[in-house]
């Protein structure tokens, strides 16, 4: 039987400003899917959140890009929003760009990451949610998981990995993918998702049968709405395990906080801090971004779990250097690199500030 795993996210209501997940909505939203679970529509859920973005994490048999999973997605969304707005939530149905469902969430401000696997005897995955950060905050995470041999030792050691992973990168400027492959174009993959404002994982595959490895969401709010509407807060689903890295090889990329656009305004560079579920609800400036992982065991499309994989003190140490990184980066206020460069800014003053001075500005001697 094959599986799909869906996970659709969005920021519906933020609880005290862009913090934190209101309870009601949670219960919403699992009052809603309960009920979907009864009428068989999904086999299985879980709701979950990090920071002001709600997740919702379903196992069903209706393939990916389901117009029936999107719209049950979508409904809750609505459904959601309209409580956040009665509880005056700050930012009441932000990522919903449309009034009207037309078949797919993909485009309508959510994001989504799907993939159809066949369970194997045993099925460890991995469900990463990020607060106040862009889709391109994945993009060294997965190039460590399934490319790097100084992470994954399976790369050298495993021989139903030796052969490598094969990239989907999406530009989200002109809505073109490449595919690459590792490790002979290493390089090449590089010169793309280094640049992680544009260039963006979408997918990883095994190379030896071109099975699914890892499914990112790569939805830029920005870009979708033409103005700015949100942080994008993305989510990842990895496979681990008999073939793909290990669960350990999954988590260990995040034990580097690198830094990532986002944070304040959706306009600055922070480090991304692994928490836990608890940690996730970013104060300072709005941050710094955040992320939680997920662990789940399928079975039969039933979601055994989750186990909140950052909760080990053994990721202490990189909260500590990310929070000794925020106040060193703070440091540099309205200054880059703190603050992004003018082209990536979300919220801008720019266009007023430029149109008010534009006949101040001479030709340079």
Request: net charge negative; hydrophobic share 40%; charged share 25%.
């Amino acid at each position: 039987m094959k599986v799909t795993i869906s996970v659709i996210k969005a920021d519906i209501g933020g609880y005290v400003g862009h913090s934190n997940m209101h309870p009601k909505l949670i219960e919403m939203a699992q009052e809603s899917l309960d009920a979907a679970r009864a009428d068989g529509m999904i086999i299985d859920y879980y709701v979950a959140y990090c920071g002001d973005d709600l997740s919702l994490i379903m196992t069903h048999t209706r393939g990916e890009d389901n117009a029936d999973i999107h719209k049950l997605a979508w409904d809750i969304f609505l459904r959601c929003t309209e409580v956040a707005k009665k509880l005056k939530l700050y930012g009441a149905g932000q990522d919903l760009l449309s009034d009207a469902f037309s078949g797919n969430v993909k485009g309508m401000g959510p994001g989504c990451a799907e993939m159809e696997i066949e369970e194997r005897k045993s099925e460890p995955i991995i469900i990463f949610m990020a607060d106040k950060t862009s889709p391109g905050a994945w993009n060294l995470p997965l190039y460590r998981m399934f490319a790097d041999p100084f992470n994954t030792a399976g790369l050298v050691i495993d021989p139903s990995m030796h052969d490598g992973f094969k990239f989907e990168v999406l530009d989200v400027i002109e809505n073109k993918v490449i595919v690459l492959s590792c490790p002979e174009e290493m390089y090449d993959l590089l010169v793309f998702v280094g640049a992680s404002a544009r260039y963006m994982i979408k997918s990883v595959y095994r190379k030896t049968d071109d099975e699914v490895a890892a499914r990112a969401s790569v939805q830029r709010l920005n870009l979708i709405a033409g103005r700015y509407v949100g942080k994008d807060d993305p989510v990842l689903i990895v496979r681990a395990q008999s073939g793909f890295p290990a669960v350990g090889e999954v988590l260990e990329p995040f034990a580097f906080p690198h830094l990532v656009e986002g944070w304040m305004r959706g306009s600055h560079h922070g480090p991304f801090m692994p928490v836990s579920f608890e940690q996730a609800t970013p104060t300072r400036f709005d941050g710094p971004p955040r992320v939680i992982a997920a662990g789940f065991q399928l079975a039969d499309g039933r979601l055994i779990g989750p186990v909140d994989m950052f909760k080990d003190v053994s990721f202490d140490y990189a909260r500590q250097k990310a929070l000794e990184v925020t106040e060193y980066i703070r440091r540099h206020g309205p200054f880059e690199p703190h603050r992004l460069s003018l082209e990536e800014m979300e919220y801008t003053t720019l266009p007023a500030v430029l149109e008010k001075l534009k006949d101040r500005f001479k030709v340079a001697e």
